[in-house]
């Protein structure tokens, strides 16, 4: 019985010293381990925008080989708020699925 007193003791003591170590330590954890991050926000927000050209080009090539007409950036646009508006009346009738 002593023995297992002493193993949770010496374990609640070691969780102890981290809780009260990680209290006052003046930096934030990512100081701590030296972490930043690899990219910045504006890198982060150019490759979002390189991606959807790259999409766009894509989807109108794969559109030129049907015959079908190109769709603009604008188009593209007004296509998803259509889909996230009749996403949302769904939503809220309870949705197509929903047993009537």
Same mark, same amino acid.
């Given at each position: 019985?002593?023995?297992?007193?002493?193993?949770?003791?010496?374990?609640?003591?070691?969780?102890? !010293?981290?809780? !009260? !170590?990680?209290?006052?330590?003046?930096?934030?954890?990512?100081?701590? !381990?030296?972490?930043?991050?690899?990219?910045?926000?504006?890198?982060?927000?150019? *490759?979002?925008?390189?991606?959807?050209?790259?999409?766009?080009?894509?989807? *109108?090539?794969?559109?030129?080989?049907?015959?079908?007409?190109?769709?603009?950036?604008?188009?593209?646009?007004?296509?998803?708020?259509?889909?996230?508006?009749?996403?949302?009346?769904?939503?809220?009738?309870?949705?197509?699925?929903?047993?009537?």
């Amino acid at each position: 019985m002593a023995f297992l007193l002493g193993t949770i003791g010496i374990v609640a003591f070691m969780i102890g !010293v981290l809780l !009260v !170590v990680g209290h006052f330590y003046p930096g934030t954890g990512a100081d701590l !381990v030296d972490w930043t991050p690899t990219r910045s926000p504006e890198v982060e927000v150019q *490759n979002e925008i390189d991606d959807i050209r790259q999409m766009m080009e894509a989807q *109108n090539e794969m559109r030129r080989r049907r015959g079908a007409p190109e769709i603009s950036e604008q188009e593209l646009r007004d296509q998803v708020a259509a889909d996230e508006r009749r996403t949302l009346r769904e939503r809220e009738r309870g949705g197509p699925f929903e047993a009537a």
